[in-house]
């Protein structure tokens, strides 16, 4: 997947250093994966929240923090939602 703004996630954690190791580690997952629907998130990620058809919220450092992203399955793309 490609991952639009993905330097805003890494900023993030450069500024709020306890999530750092976290978003980092979801980047290079999410790069990887080749999700073709929502299902195919909850398979790996089974806490994620799918919100709609489209939107997934991924909780981050135990659920302390929230990363609410946009997914266009078709195209293989995700936006992060600022």
């Known amino acids: ?28 997952f999410a790069e990887k994966a080749e999700w073709k629907k929502p299902g195919d998130v909850k398979k790996q990620f ?12 991924f909780n981050i ?3 302390k923090y929230r990363l609410v992203v946009k997914i266009n399955y078709d195209a293989y793309m995700i936006f992060i939602n600022l």
């Open 61 to 63: 450092c135990g659920n």
């Open 1 to 28: 997947m490609r991952i639009f703004n993905a330097s805003t996630l890494r900023n993030y954690g450069k500024k709020h250093r306890e999530t750092d190791s976290d978003l980092r580690s979801w980047i290079a």
């Open 46 to 57: 089974a806490k994620a929240g799918i919100v709609g058809s489209n939107r997934v919220v």
